[in-house]
């Protein structure tokens, strides 16, 4: 009897110290699963501000000051968040919205057959 004792006593210090590598193993998983969640918010918001940039520009065919400050502020992250080619196209469609937005403000008045030649250029230019 004392020698089943004494095996069971020798047996529990590993047992104890699998468990805790099992509890620390499900630890590190859940940090991970945690991030992985944290970056794809913060992916989904540049995607979001991408679309409803592109959206504002398509519905009114004009570009504002403001969506463009926000739109900016919202892809300055792309680069850390999301590859290299993604982070270049959203810059890509930035420049052009710019260069759209020049266009409309050296018109004195832009009818709406100037509104959609501009929004085919942006759209042309952009590929959408």
């Known amino acids: 009897m004392k020698e089943i004792i004494q095996i069971l006593a020798a047996l529990l ?3 104890v110290a699998l468990f805790a ?3 620390a193993y ?13 970056l794809f918010e913060k992916r989904v918001a540049v995607y979001d501000a991408a679309r409803r940039f592109i959206g ?5 065919g004009r570009v504002e000051d403001n969506w463009m400050h926000e739109f900016l502020e919202r892809i300055i992250v792309a680069e850390w968040l999301l590859n290299e080619d993604v982070a270049k ?4 469609i930035y420049d052009e919205a ?3 937005h020049t266009l409309i403000q050296t018109k004195d008045t832009v009818n709406n057959e100037e509104k959609k030649k ?10 959408l």
Do not use: D
């Open 21 to 23: 590598c099992i509890i």
């Open 98 to 100: 710019l260069k759209l």
């Open 26 to 38: 499900r630890q590190w998983r859940t940090e991970q699963n945690k991030l992985k969640l944290a």
């Open 13 to 15: 210090t590993p047992t």
């Open 56 to 60: 504002q520009i398509i519905t009114s």
């Open 118 to 127: 501009n929004i085919a250029r942006f759209l042309l230019i952009n590929k």
């Open 89 to 92: 196209y959203l810059n890509k």
